[in-house]
């Protein structure tokens, strides 16, 4: 059995231009080579080798619409692996928080689903409320209870549909900004899908940050979770 090239990986994410891309591909909505290009900072001809090396690595897949070329990350692994490194890289040091950096502190997409405070107070809340409960073999992943499954569906999700995704159904995913654990798999997906459908959140564009609706607010107070 052939070991994981770890070098090769390590220097594919660590190209700053490479690795900006890839975070840019957090907010969860896949761009084409010029958005990529453009948010990393580089003409789109010189894009063009760094995302081959992306895709050749297994790390973007790549899809054609009309004219345009759309990549996104191939797995919800390389996610995790995006938000891993933000846990642990080194923070800049500002004189004073700005407010865009309050704002994604506060409630952001982490690629498919909550994080931020929002996303943290959420699963704490789903815990103590005893709709979800840790999964006594493995520490990350996470079980729904049929108190959980009723009250969700209660709320218009389709816990079905959720299951049937081929990906982990609830996991932790440990927040970089928190610290603390936010709530991932279909089911964090599903959550976000909801919220957003239903207008409790609005996600700012080309962005992902996310602003709570005054309905949203109102909605977030019933469940116990005050929200501002």
């Avoid at 899809?63 to 642990?88: I, P, T």
């Avoid at 005893?130 to 990350?140: F, P, R, T, V, Y």
């Avoid at 709530?183 to 959550?191: F, H």
């Amino acid at each position: 059995m052939n070991e994981p090239d770890l070098a090769r990986i390590a220097a594919t994410v660590g190209d700053p231009r490479r690795i900006q891309m890839l975070a840019l591909l957090m907010e969860g909505r896949a761009l084409t080579a010029k958005e990529l290009a453009l948010g990393a900072g580089i003409e789109p001809a010189t894009a063009t080798s760094h995302l081959k090396r992306l895709l050749d690595d297994g790390l973007l897949e790549s899809a054609a619409q009309g004219r345009h070329k759309y990549f996104r990350f191939a797995s919800e692994q390389v996610a995790q692996l995006v938000e891993s490194l933000m846990r642990v890289a080194p923070r800049r040091k500002p004189i004073s928080i700005p407010k865009s950096e309050e704002a994604i502190r506060s409630a952001r997409f982490c690629y498919d689903h909550l994080a931020g405070s929002l996303g943290t107070s959420l699963l704490a809340l789903m815990l103590r409320k005893g709709w979800l409960q840790n999964d006594g073999a493995d520490a990350k992943q996470l079980e729904l209870t049929a108190k959980g499954e009723k009250s969700l569906a209660a709320l218009g999700l389709d816990i079905p549909a959720a299951r049937q995704r081929r990906r982990q159904f609830a996991c932790r995913c440990l927040d970089w900004s928190e610290r603390q654990d936010h709530l991932g798999g279909s089911l964090g997906a599903a959550l976000a899908d909801h919220m957003a459908a239903a207008q409790w959140i609005e996600r700012q564009k080309h962005s992902r940050v996310v602003r709570i609706t005054a309905l949203g607010r109102e909605q977030f107070n019933r469940l116990g979770l005050p929200a501002t």
